[in-house]
């Protein structure tokens, strides 16, 4: 007998961004429209409250949208996320640096990092991948700060980075906060070799600072240039194209791709599963190992997804350009960076 198919379909409500709304509305989606499958939601607040409501019902969990470790460190055995854990946002940028110093003849452990961070979860994720991946390099941190809470003022860091001279220099602040430091690195001409910041695209830092932002490393999940492909959405450049021309978008943001990308984790563990039953696909989850044009994906014991690496894209000639991983790089890194006063 030809082996049973299923078409997909999604039921799905507003949360309003609000995490109490969140959790009433997936207690509404099992209960009472018998949902046996979830994919999503949007956000890491939103999943943090969701996640225990399916872990207590038994329903597998697939998203595509939260990045903080802490995700990973509950004992959910329902939940499964596709997308590259928060601490590893910016440690390639230390191991970038620590292949040029090799490059240079020189032994990576001579290579000094400043750093400033956001006192949130997940920017002090970031950073504690960042201090790991240091300490196993041994190399020197001279500059490891805070950002003030309203994020408007980092003169006090820059003046020290400016002092020290260091190899690498890495922020976390979100959107405030990268335009902060880019603006206020533009005001005191920093110039150090390299340097990597989150959330480069949302503070919109090619636009408004577009000299300073001239070779900062910034990580993302998923890029369109990125040179892999799946069977089912082939390559990021074909999406790109055939979600711009369905859905009028200019630029089509990681988030979506990512969503696309979860979908087709879960069309490909039901097909394997040929079962309808949450605790046989669950199962067929677990077992999941699969190239998609997100990266692979091969779960962890805690639901995690150890073999994604984040995509990091350096600004060249006020273009986002993949440099790493180099399997699906489309361009080599610029390197000391060229940033202009």
Not at 187 to 212: Q, R, Y
Request: with cysteine; hydrophobic share 40%.
């Amino acid at each position: 007998m030809p082996a049973a198919s299923y078409n997909l379909s999604i039921k799905y409500y507003d949360d309003e961004s609000t995490p109490a709304r969140a959790a009433q509305l997936v207690e509404r989606l099992i209960n009472q429209d018998n949902i046996r499958f979830v994919l999503g939601p949007y956000s890491s607040p939103m999943t943090k409250v969701v996640l225990p409501i399916t872990e207590k019902y038994q329903i597998p969990a697939v998203q595509a949208e939260a990045a903080p470790r802490s995700l990973f460190t509950q004992g959910y055995k329902y939940h499964f996320g596709i997308v590259a854990t928060s601490e590893k946002y910016l440690t390639p940028v230390i191991d970038m640096a620590a292949e040029r110093a090799k490059q240079g003849g020189n032994d990576p452990s001579s290579v000094k990092v400043a750093m400033i961070f956001q006192d949130d979860p997940f920017s002090l994720d970031v950073r504690q991948g960042i201090a790991d991946e240091i300490k196993k390099l041994n190399m020197k941190t001279v500059i490891d700060d805070r950002m003030p809470k309203d994020l408007n003022d980092i003169t006090t860091f820059l003046t020290k980075v400016k002092a020290l001279k260091p190899d690498v220099l890495l922020v976390s602040g979100h959107e405030k906060g990268a335009a902060t430091a880019a603006r206020q690195m533009s005001e005191h001409k920093i110039e150090v070799p390299l340097a990597g910041m989150t959330h480069c695209e949302s503070a919109k830092i090619v636009n408004d600072f577009p000299k300073v932002a001239e070779g900062f490393v910034c990580p993302t999940q998923w890029d369109e240039t990125m040179k892999a492909i799946d069977r089912l959405f082939g390559s990021p450049a074909g999406y790109n194209k055939a979600m711009q021309a369905a859905y009028n978008y200019t630029v089509v943001p990681y988030q979506t791709a990512e969503a696309s990308c979860g979908v087709e984790v879960w069309a490909e563990a039901l097909q394997r599963a040929q079962s309808l039953d949450p605790e046989k696909v669950r199962e067929t989850l677990t077992k999941t190992d699969i190239k998609t044009m997100c990266g692979g994906v091969k779960f962890a014991p805690d639901g995690s997804n150890p073999g994604k690496d984040m995509v990091l894209r350096q600004i060249q000639g006020g273009k986002y350009r993949v440099v790493y991983p180099s399997e699906v790089a489309a361009a080599s890194l610029v390197y000391p960076r060229q940033a202009q006063y």
